[in-house]
């Protein structure tokens, strides 16, 4: 008897899709093939497609409170006109609810685990923590060159490294760039990783322009600067990777270092399209993110999938320059290895964060191959269930963990104040 069993489901595995039955016990999967298996709760999955839960690579999730704030603007100057500006009048309470309307919209659209980068970090931890959502979480640093910043700013980083640092959140470095933060700030958080033996989550080579200027003060482009100081290792994840020479590419191959691409933020503000089939040729794990709501606008990682695969059509004047599967297992298996989470797979023995999509969508009819149906069809709004940690945040649409209308309220509250900037 198992905890939870997913019953008759067409189940994404290895790549393809097969009728299976799925146990779970407590937070792993512990049984997946053709046994007419029981479980204490049962989900009846005839008519859907089971998956991986999807993995948001890169985001700043209480930025859902600026969706739609500041819109056709170049990146530096809607950050530094508009962004920075909101983002002080930012007071702790106001990070929980905007994580909580993040996190209930990625339950929403099937996605089981986020990667943050961002401020008031312990009140997204305590929305995750109440939600069920599983995370990992990183304080956002910059010293902007002032040695006495880098001090503070670590010691706020690793504070909450040492408070929230666990099983189910995992609290690693957040770096915010190499144009904000110094070589020597770098050189001391990769020292202070290893020490702790953490992650480290950073934004490298978004812009054209951030490039252009990095090359001038240290007359090397970022990824080849980073790995001259050693910052570069398994357990780094770079956010955007737009402006990336053959050699930086390389580099991030042989240091194992992973991409978070993020397409439609790259789109949004014009930064450039990634060159992700050269990356993933040269053997770069290259994952998917949405970045902040401001740049997005939604946290709906399916977008993203297409989108990834379409791009890279056009990038190369190719249609079969990147497979579908090969997107899709960005967005779930790659996304979960980046962080060195076990799971984003459904396979016996990893962690149970497991989706399900309604296949008698109409966009859904006829579905030759489901990895297409998946990967080319999908809105977002087919998913019926989101399991996180065998524990059930979403059941026939309905969320069990969060008060939607809550949120709601709370949200419409708090941009009252943004109104005078
Ligand atoms: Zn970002």
Redesign the pocket.
């Known amino acids: 008897m198992y905890d939870l069993a997913i019953k008759d489901g067409l189940c994404y595995i290895n790549g393809e899709f097969k009728r299976a039955n799925i146990g779970i016990t407590e937070n792993r999967i512990t049984y997946v093939g053709s046994d007419n298996i029981h479980g204490e709760v049962e989900i009846k999955a005839r008519g859907s497609f089971v998956l991986p839960g999807l993995f948001n690579a890169?985001t700043?999730l209480a930025m859902s409170l600026f969706r739609g704030f500041a819109e056709d603007m170049p990146l530096l100057e809607w950050l530094k006109t508009k962004i920075w500006k909101v983002e002080r009048l930012l007071e702790p309470k106001d990070v929980y609810w905007g994580s909580m309307l993040g996190i209930a919209e990625m339950i929403k659209t099937g996605t089981t685990c986020f990667s943050d980068?961002y401020i008031h970090m312990d009140e997204v931890a305590r929305a995750c923590e109440e939600s069920g959502m599983r995370a990992v979480l990183c304080y956002g640093m910059a010293d902007r060159g002032s040695e006495e910043r880098a001090k503070e700013e670590l010691k706020i980083g690793e504070k909450f490294i040492e408070r929230w640092n666990g099983e189910k959140i995992k609290a690693v470095f957040g770096p915010h760039a190499p144009y904000t933060c110094s070589l020597e700030f770098l050189s001391q958080i990769r020292e202070r990783a290893d020490e702790l033996n953490v992650g480290i989550h950073i934004?490298v080579s978004e812009t054209k322009e951030e490039v252009e200027n990095f090359i001038k003060a240290n007359s090397k482009p970022p990824v080849e600067k980073l790995d001259e100081i050693g910052f570069l290792k398994e357990d780094v994840v770079i956010?955007h990777g737009i402006w990336l020479n053959d050699k930086e590419i390389d580099i991030l191959a042989k240091r194992k270092v992973s991409v978070a691409h993020n397409p439609v933020s790259n789109l949004k503000l014009a930064s450039g399209i990634a060159r992700v089939v050269d990356m993933v040729k040269a053997g770069v794990n290259v994952c998917l993110g949405t970045?902040?709501a401001a740049s997005n606008n939604t946290y709906n990682l399916f977008e993203e999938i297409k989108l990834t695969s379409l791009l890279q059509k056009i990038k190369l004047m190719k249609a079969d320059a990147l497979k579908a599967r090969d997107a899709l297992d960005m967005a779930c298996k790659n996304g979960y290895r980046a962080y060195g989470i076990d799971g984003g797979e459904i396979k016996e023995g990893k962690l149970a964060d497991i989706i399900i999509l309604d296949s008698k969508r109409l966009n859904f009819i006829p579905a030759y191959n489901p990895v297409y149906s998946i990967v080319y069809s999908t809105t977002g709004c087919e998913v019926t269930h989101t399991i996180v940690d065998g524990k059930i945040l979403m059941e026939d649409k309905e969320l069990l963990t969060v008060d939607e209308d809550r949120i709601r309220d709370k949200v419409e509250k708090i941009i009252e104040k943004f109104a005078t900037i």
Do not use: I, S
Request: hydrophobic content about 30%; charged content about 15%; overall charge negative.
């Open positions: 890169h700043h980068l934004h956010a970045d902040g």
